[in-house]
């Protein structure tokens, strides 16, 4: 269990890996207390009555039991570095998730969508503060290899000018506080529909390290859908309903008729120079000069996907970069921010909802 504590005392990360690249912008710490402040106002101008929803990824399309198994051969930059213990099997927790902070948007509107991992029972002290004998392991992912922001100050004026108080003349603005680039690349990330999140593959887009001490390096994680298949008989976007892409996940693990387990692999990107910059999350580092490397694999078996106990703890459970092993320390001013802006929202939705802080040690439903 989490120990109790204000939602506002989370602290900024208090060191800077200059040896992988980090590199700490003006004002980062200021401009992130800043951004908490105003998600959490927004937040409360949105649920002014009943269940406080998550910020964004707040429609979950699926909450599965998996099990994830560490290949049983690793190379040596990869091999018993944090959980990648060889031959090592944790069970995890997945949540999958449409990325609109909207929990009532359809799953036929276009959208970026969202790729959960909780490990249980990874032993050994976390980075997360409130959380640090939780025996947890978060992965987080989304469908693009890249976010639209890379600067602090710049997402702190998004939030504010797409708040549900901002004039029309704030929200017609917003092309240029992200740029060209960045707005080229939200709407690339909002605009995908997608026929089964089960046969989509998934990108960390941000980097983090990997292993500790003088052999540390940065990486990126990718979990890609073993079988390369597309579902052949679902209903086209337009006509389907707006929960399609639950129900296509509920067809593909239904106890009655699926006839195998759905598998994905677990792979790792190695930054091999210093021009992959761990700062720049608007950037995709190439797969032509640092392939993927599987390392796992992800197996959901057939299972009810509307277990009314598994669905409760997946819309309570928080997911954090940063419930991690400091052999996986998250990296780049993206992660950073996400420490404050993940526990300080998590905090303040435990709290208004009245549901106690932990992480879970065991799968339920």
Known sequence: MSTNSSARD???????????????????????????????HSLHLRYQSGEFRRDVHARATGILKAQFRVHDTLPPHIANKGVFVPGKTYDAILRLSNASGDAHKSDKSQDGRGFAIKLL???GTKLLESDKDATTQDFLMINHPIVFSKDTKSYLDLIKKSAPDATTLQKITIPFTLGLKGTLVAGQLSSGKIGNPLQVQYFSAV??????????????????????EKDKD???HLLAADDYLHQA??????????TKPVEFKFMIQQRVGSHMDVEDSMKEWCQNESPFEEVATITVPPQD?????????????????????????????????????????????????SVPREEPSTIQG
């Open 234 to 236: 679902h209903v086209p």
């Open 121 to 123: 029972n990874v032993p």
């Open 305 to 353: 996907v509307d277990s009314e106990e598994l669905n409760k703890l997946g819309e309570r459970l928080s997911f954090n970069p940063w419930h991690s092993l400091p052999d996986h320390r998250p990296l780049g001013s993206v992660n950073r921010t996400r420490k404050i802006v993940y526990e300080r929202i998590s905090r303040v939705r435990d709290e208004m909802n």
């Open 10 to 40: 989370v602290p900024f990360p208090p060191t800077i890996d200059e040896h992988l690249g980090e590199r700490l912008q003006d004002h980062e710490a200021e401009f992130t207390t800043k951004l908490a402040d105003s998600i959490e």
């Open 249 to 258: 996940v509920k067809r593909t693990l239904s106890p009655t008729s699926a």
């Open 207 to 228: 980097p983090y390290q990997l292993g500790l001490g003088p052999d540390r390096i940065a990486v990126k994680y990718s979990a890609k859908p073993v079988i390369d």
